[in-house]
């Protein structure tokens, strides 16, 4: 019995979606699964097609109107992978308010929208799915959402933002500023030119909030989760890892501990949802301490299985091209959404959150960071 083939649109071909899109043209025969249909690219949809058809993208797949695709009925599967908040939030909409699956890689969109989102795919039956989003090419939200169901969840945590690590680890190696170091990442190309998403943990509080919709059931609002480490006057720190300085990692140094910005979201004994992105003082030697560079690394606690560690790569077209297909061939084999099988999320309105509550070490700028394991 032949499968009718699904129709595969991505929407920007930039770092992860040029390496979607070539495994596409190199007809990699991962993208027929045996237990499913196989997945056929139909369109692509760029700002400036022409530089498109410079890579090597075939001039008859292309288009300049991502809407226009959407709406076209060529296409039963959309790949967003333009990032963004607009106009990458209305096109997602449109195409599962149609029924179609949306895969995306897009943090910022899944993070601050995901209520809704879900909301409209489950009205409409479509499929969306966004391993992609969070930790990059290492399988998370799926084991989570499907491998882990039969625990319950206390705690996720992690080093979830390749950028800030490469920072903190090169400070820590280095004995160097801050600026300095940020200036040669944005230079190798680890940080972007504009890198406050990043530097400041919005992308980690990002990825952190869809970690909590998979473990603890429920969408917080990014606005609660904490991003800044306390002052050892009592006043709020400067954000992510903004405020760090030499000094302090040097002192950390001294006691055997490194900074690294962690990710933390736990479920507190009274049912508040308790969420935090800071740098957080880890002895060196640990399991964090030496997930160095760009690596990602995200620990979950549960019961009955205890810890389980995911660490790989966290970044980078390839890794995040590997999600995306990965992703595009569950729909393929009709897995569902990322969520698929856990009831509906808690509406954000119902929810008590708030920062991690943890001890803290001093350091000379007058931060008072968090003590992780
Ligand atoms: N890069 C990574 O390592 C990584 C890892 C995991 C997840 N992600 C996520 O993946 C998404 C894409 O990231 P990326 O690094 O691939 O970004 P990127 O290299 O900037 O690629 C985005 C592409 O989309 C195009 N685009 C933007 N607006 C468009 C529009 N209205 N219509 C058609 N095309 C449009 C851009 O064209 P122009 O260049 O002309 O604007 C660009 O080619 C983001 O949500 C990001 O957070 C990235």
Same mark, same amino acid.
């Given at each position: 019995? &032949?499968?009718?083939?699904l129709r595969v649109g991505v929407i920007g071909?930039?770092?992860?979606?040029?390496?979607?899109?070539?495994? *596409?043209?190199?007809?990699?025969?991962?993208? %027929?699964?045996?237990?499913?249909?196989?997945?056929?690219?139909?369109a692509?949809a760029?700002?400036? #097609?022409?530089?498109?058809?410079?890579?090597?993208?075939?001039?008859?797949?292309?288009t300049?109107a991502p809407a226009h695709m959407i709406a076209s009925g060529d296409v039963d599967i959309v790949v967003e992978t333009m990032?963004g908040a607009e106009p990458a939030r209305t096109l997602i909409s449109a195409a599962l308010s149609t029924g179609k699956s949306v895969v995306t890689?897009n943090?910022h969109v899944i993070a601050h929208f995901g209520p809704e989102l879900e909301r409209l795919a489950r009205e409409t039956g479509a499929t969306l799915r966004f391993? @992609?989003a969070?930790?990059?090419?290492?399988?998370?939200?799926?084991?989570?959402?499907?491998?882990?169901?039969?625990?319950?969840?206390?705690?996720? +945590?992690?080093?979830?933002?390749?950028? #800030?690590? *490469?920072?903190?680890?090169?400070? @820590?190696?280095?004995?160097?500023?801050?600026?300095?170091?940020? %200036?040669?990442?944005?230079?190798?190309?680890?940080?972007?030119?504009?890198?406050?998403?990043?530097?400041?943990?919005?992308?980690?509080?990002?990825?952190?909030?869809?970690?909590?919709?998979? %473990? *603890?059931?429920?969408w917080?609002?990014?606005?609660?989760?904490?991003?800044?480490?306390?002052?050892?006057?009592?006043?709020?720190?400067?954000?992510?890892?903004?405020?760090?300085?030499?000094?302090?990692?040097?002192?950390?140094?001294?006691?055997?501990?490194?900074?690294?910005?962690?990710? #933390?979201?736990?479920?507190?004994?009274?049912?508040?949802?308790?969420?935090?992105?800071?740098?957080?003082?880890?002895?060196?030697?640990?399991?964090?301490?030496?997930?160095?560079?760009?690596?990602?690394?995200?620990?979950?606690?549960?019961?009955?299985?205890? +810890?389980?560690?995911?660490?790989?790569?966290?970044?980078?077209?390839?890794?995040?091209?590997?999600?995306?297909?990965?992703d595009?061939? @569950?729909i393929? +084999?009709?897995?569902g959404s990322t969520w698929a099988?856990?009831?509906a999320a808690?509406?954000? &309105?119902?929810? %008590?959150?708030?920062?991690?509550?943890?001890?803290?070490?001093?350091?000379? &700028?007058?931060?008072?960071?968090?003590?992780?394991?």
């Open positions: 019995v &032949s499968v009718q083939p071909a930039g770092t992860v979606g040029r390496e979607v899109i070539r495994a *596409f043209l190199d007809r990699s025969p991962r993208l %027929a699964p045996p237990d499913g249909a196989p997945l056929l690219l139909t692509v760029e700002k400036f #097609t022409e530089r498109a058809i410079a890579s090597g993208i075939p001039e008859s797949l292309l300049d990032g890689a943090k391993e @992609a969070v930790g990059g090419g290492i399988p998370l939200l799926g084991p989570i959402a499907l491998d882990l169901a039969a625990n319950r969840i206390s705690r996720v +945590r992690g080093i979830v933002n390749g950028t #800030t690590n *490469f920072i903190l680890t090169a400070m @820590a190696r280095e004995g160097r500023d801050y600026a300095e170091v940020l %200036a040669e990442a944005q230079a190798r190309g680890y940080a972007e030119a504009d890198p406050t998403a990043d530097v400041e943990g919005l992308d980690a509080l990002n990825k952190l909030v869809i970690l909590a919709r998979l %473990a *603890f059931g429920a917080i609002e990014p606005a609660a989760v904490g991003n800044r480490p306390g002052m050892t006057t009592g006043a709020q720190g400067a954000p992510g890892i903004t405020g760090v300085t030499a000094g302090d990692v040097a002192s950390l140094a001294a006691e055997g501990r490194i900074l690294r910005l962690i990710a #933390t979201t736990r479920l507190a004994e009274d049912g508040a949802i308790e969420a935090s992105v800071v740098p957080t003082a880890v002895p060196a030697g640990s399991s964090f301490g030496r997930c160095d560079g760009v690596l990602n690394r995200v620990e979950v606690d549960g019961v009955p299985v205890g +810890r389980v560690a995911f660490e790989g790569p966290g970044a980078g077209g390839p890794a995040a091209a590997a999600a995306v297909l990965s595009l061939v @569950a393929a +084999r009709g897995v099988g856990l009831p808690v509406e954000r &309105s119902a929810l %008590a959150v708030r920062p991690v509550a943890a001890e803290c070490v001093a350091a000379p &700028s007058g931060a008072c960071y968090p003590v992780g394991d």
